[in-house]
């Protein structure tokens, strides 16, 4: 009866928890205890950004003070896009704990149950000992049976509410794993965003130094996007966006990375893969999307063909850097729009 709330409690104790450390950060650094710092601190604390972490922690280390403007900066670069998700998750974390307290509770009501049912049982058999009347002893009987039907309805009760307790506590982690996914999206590709896509190249350039296993990255490029635009109008691009999105993310492997790296312009992390097979992977991708012709979902009205170029290049152990990584393959990108767009291009 008691392994429904048993389940629950780890997540519980971990917020609590995150939520201690953060204000104890606060306090002892004479951070003022805002909404925005919290959010700040409370991330710190659940270490769930690496990238935050690591800033923070350099911050710390070069004994930068933890005033207004960097906490903004802090907050504007790290959690502001994720705004609407953080408040959805606070609010859920609540209800959590409002269904965990109920079931305490519970449990607390229906211990107590046993216990006067204990004391009654106890009090009737001592009552037995001491009378020889048939009429008492059928009086006791009664008695016994009463205590006992009624904490068989109090234990069904019981029974029921944690039951319907489970079952809320497992909608809420699914909403709550859903909302998770929603923040790590593009909303309107629904490939990853900018802030997962910097996260999976510092672990999957940390991999590939460590493991000394090949990394690739393209950069691929939406040709003449801009013109589309203008003489179509943004819904035909945003049309284009996702006709891509699909492509890319159909043609890639599960353990590959796809993001939108800003614009029309998408990026892809090619893990266990050398330059020579990310060529390959990369041709493969714009043949497809050159086949792909667009057309209006309001009149059927035929658009045409779109194009990407792509530039690609592979990780150098111990010598790259992810600013360099990307900067390279973005000149190889330069190159293949250079040279006439719909092509790929990989790094000299």
Do not use: P, T
């Given at each position: 009866m008691k392994s429904a709330p048993s389940e629950a409690l780890p997540d519980f104790f971990e917020i609590s928890s995150n939520s201690k450390k953060a204000l104890k950060i606060m306090e002892d650094n004479q951070i003022a205890p805002n909404p925005r710092n919290y959010s700040i601190w409370y991330h710190y604390a659940q270490a769930d950004d690496s990238t935050l972490t690591q800033e923070i922690d350099r911050a710390i280390e070069g004994g930068v003070t933890f005033d207004d403007n960097v906490s903004s900066y802090i907050y504007d670069k790290y959690l502001l896009n994720d705004e609407n998700n953080l408040n959805k998750v606070a609010n859920e974390s609540t209800q959590t704990k409002q269904i965990l307290n109920d079931i305490f509770n519970s449990v607390s009501k229906l211990s107590g149950n046993a216990d006067?049912?204990?004391?009654?049982?106890?009090?009737?058999?001592?009552?037995?000992?001491?009378?020889?009347?048939?009429?008492?002893?059928?009086?006791l009987l009664s008695?016994?049976?009463?205590?006992?039907?009624a904490l068989r309805e109090n234990s069904l009760q019981m029974q029921k509410k944690l039951d319907e307790s489970q079952q809320e506590v497992s909608n809420l982690r699914q909403t709550l794993a859903k909302t998770t996914a929603e923040a790590e999206r593009d909303f309107l590709t629904g490939v990853y965003n900018r802030k997962v896509l910097d996260k999976r190249f510092d672990e999957l350039s940390t991999i590939a130094n460590e493991q000394k296993t090949p990394l690739s990255l393209l950069m691929v490029?939406?040709?003449?996007?801009?013109?589309?635009?203008?003489?179509?109008?943004?819904?035909?691009?945003?049309?284009?966006?996702?006709i891509v999105a699909r492509i890319l993310n159909d043609g890639v492997r599960g353990k590959d990375v796809i993001a939108r790296y800003g614009g029309e312009e998408f990026a892809i992390l090619l893990p266990n893969t050398p330059l020579q097979g990310a060529m390959v992977v990369a041709d493969s991708l714009r043949q497809a999307i050159a086949r792909k012709e667009i057309k209006r979902t309001d009149t059927d009205e035929m658009i045409g063909r779109i194009t990407v170029s792509i530039g690609t290049t592979e990780w150098k152990p111990e010598i790259d850097s992810v600013p360099l990584?990307?900067?390279?393959a973005d000149s190889a990108l330069y190159r293949a729009k250079h040279e006439g767009r719909n092509r790929v291009i990989g790094e000299i």
């Open positions: 006067e049912y204990q004391q009654q049982m106890e009090q009737h058999i001592s009552s037995l000992r001491n009378v020889g009347d048939s009429k008492n002893i059928a009086e008695k016994i049976i009463k205590s006992s039907v490029d939406i040709d003449f996007f801009k013109k589309l635009n203008d003489k179509h109008g943004h819904l035909i691009g945003d049309e284009a966006l996702k990584f990307i900067k390279r």
